[in-house]
């Protein structure tokens, strides 16, 4: 489809044409704002007085690939390589998962509940959104955050550079246990981690622009063991968490009863609880380590 002008209603004509089959009217009007405000600096009022303003033709190109690569469903925050998270701009590339509205609760309840912790790890740190956040937010704390994708550790280190937060970045395989031990051997006094949770069965029901598009290594969790992740996270809290240290983690609603067994069962958490979401699925793990 050509465009009819060159006009700022023209452009938001032509997101409303390309993307209707595919997202409804609101989603529309919130990827228009959110593009004409990453490429044209452009506010909500802008938008409104500068309908009939002519655009030039450089930035025309952009929101026309833009709204381009939405109908191929590829995610805005890939597109704009920008995703803000608790306020602050983290790039996001496809190797690294987008961070999700639930993992931003999380961090809110980690921060509400922890501002004296000292010794932090980030578990599957992905863009780094966690440990960033946390750092911005609970300053005096020494943070650590790995990954075992050398990609998302890139993206993450310039995140933390970016938003002027200094973690301490480091490779390694969770699902290794030895060699992770090794890696990092503090005692921890809070440890978090959203490691990859969607099972087998789920992935038919996924959106298309996240299994076409959001790296598998992130989203799924390989093998018959649907909580490896979180067994290999609380067997490394037997050594690795300090006594009265914090365990927080996001979790599958479908599996977060067994998560909590294997809890329980390594006795080594004083109290334990399952926390839900905004939109009351049950979504986060806390554990308080014995004193
Ligand atoms: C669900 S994503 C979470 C990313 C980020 N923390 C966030 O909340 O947006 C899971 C992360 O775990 C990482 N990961 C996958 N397998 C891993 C493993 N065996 N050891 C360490 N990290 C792993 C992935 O690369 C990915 O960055």
Not at 31 to 58: C, G, R, T
Not at 61 to 67: E, G, I, N, Q
Not at 165 to 191: G, Q, R, Y
Request: charged share 25%; aromatic share 10%; with cysteine.
């Amino acid at each position: 489809m050509r465009l009819p002008g060159n006009k700022l209603k023209h452009l938001k004509e032509f997101f409303f044409t390309e993307l209707s089959e595919l997202y409804d009217e609101s989603e529309i009007e919130a990827m228009f704002q959110a593009a004409a405000e990453h490429y044209l600096d452009f506010n909500l009022s802008d938008l409104i007085q500068k309908a009939e303003e002519n655009i030039n033709q450089s930035d025309v190109l952009k929101l026309y690939d833009c709204a381009k690569d939405l109908k191929k469903q590829i995610p805005l925050q890939y597109i704009l390589g920008t995703a803000w998270f608790y306020g602050l701009p983290f790039s996001v590339h496809p190797g690294v998962l987008i961070p999700r509205p639930e993992t931003e609760e999380l961090v809110d309840i980690i921060i509400q509940e922890n501002e004296t912790a000292t010794y932090i790890l980030d578990i599957g740190t992905g863009s780094g959104c966690i440990p960033v956040t946390l750092k911005k937010n609970i300053p005096q704390a020494e943070v650590f955050a790995c990954d075992v994708s050398t990609e998302a550790l890139t993206i993450a280190l310039q995140n933390s550079q970016q938003n002027e937060a200094e973690v301490h970045f480091v490779e390694a395989d969770v699902l290794n246990a030895s060699e992770f031990a090794k890696k990092l051997d503090k005692p921890f006094d809070l440890i978090v981690s959203n490691p990859p949770y969607i099972i087998k069965s789920e992935r038919d029901s996924l959106a298309a622009h996240v299994l076409d598009h959001e790296p598998h290594l992130a989203l799924f969790v390989d093998g018959d063991d649907a909580i490896i992740f979180y067994k290999k996270i609380i067997d490394f809290c037997k050594n690795s968490l300090a006594p009265a240290g914090k365990l927080y983690v996001e979790l599958n609603p479908l599996t977060a009863e067994s998560v909590k067994a294997y809890a329980r069962a390594s006795g080594i958490f004083d109290e334990f609880d399952l926390l839900s979401d905004m939109s009351d699925a049950i979504r986060f793990f806390r554990g308080i380590r014995k004193q």
